[in-house]
């Protein structure tokens, strides 16, 4: 069985600090993809990123960066000199071949202070 | 550009009326659709998934169902709506593929649902 864990329910940050978000998976297939979504109050969902599991390569896009490890079964998410406008509830994703179901983490809640 | 409409934003209903929300997808063909709920302060639960026209997978059981009557419009509907039913839907699309989920899903703005 497949499982997200996003041990982080709530962060509170000043903005312009760096701030980690953690995603721990779980699942003994060795085709998979992960995912991170963002919704921001206004509840709509914002896809971010998505990796397969053959590329363990870190992406980093503007203040954003992912950091994915198979050895720890982890896809953790940073985000670089927070902004107010990084305050939401972030998701984190996981599905597996021939399956058409997202397994969800239960979010993170962000909040940013300015 | 692919765009997903969903509507209505909000709705209150009361206990035992019927429930008709829509999903249209434009500028993709044959997409897998999706029907979510979102508790309040929780995380998504996958209600329907499709991948054609009339195909459609129920992953809880429940009052609710769905139908796709087009290739790019998705129904939930609800006979008899109970207060359990109370939260928030999205709708989404993602690309069609024979790996299932493996390309990145785009959602809806999603319809408030308050059963009163």
């Known amino acids: 069985a497949q499982k997200v864990t996003q041990a982080q329910t709530e962060i509170s940050v000043v903005e312009k600090e760096d701030v980690t978000l953690d995603c721990v998976y779980e699942?003994?297939?060795?085709?998979?993809?992960l995912f991170w979504y963002k919704q921001p109050p206004s509840g709509e969902l914002v896809f971010l990123i998505r990796?397969?599991?053959?590329d363990e390569q870190n992406e980093i896009s503007g203040r954003y960066s992912w950091n994915f490890q198979k050895s720890t079964s982890s896809f953790n998410f940073t985000i670089t000199a927070s902004q107010v406008v990084d305050s939401a509830v972030y998701f984190c994703?996981?599905?597996?071949?021939?399956?058409?179901?997202?397994?969800w983490g239960a979010g993170t809640k962000l909040i940013i202070k300015p | 550009s692919q765009t997903i409409h969903q509507w209505p934003a909000t709705l209150v209903q009361p206990v035992g009326s019927p429930l008709s929300l829509e999903c249209t997808v434009e500028?993709?063909?044959?997409?897998?659709l999706y029907w979510y709920r979102q508790a309040a302060g929780r995380g998504l639960q996958l209600l329907f998934y499709s991948v054609g026209i009339g195909q459609i997978s129920s992953e809880v059981p429940q009052n609710l169902s769905a139908s796709r009557p087009q290739d790019r419009q998705f129904i939930l509907s609800s006979k008899k709506l109970l207060l359990s039913d109370s939260g928030f839907y999205l709708c989404a699309w993602s690309g069609s593929s024979a790996g299932g989920a493996d390309t990145e899903a785009f959602f809806g703005q999603g319809t408030r649902l308050t059963v009163v």
């Open positions: 500028g993709t063909s044959n997409p897998n």
């Open positions: 990796r397969n599991s053959f």
């Open positions: 699942t003994r297939d060795t085709t998979y993809y």
């Open positions: 994703a996981l599905s597996v071949w021939s399956n058409y179901q997202l397994i």
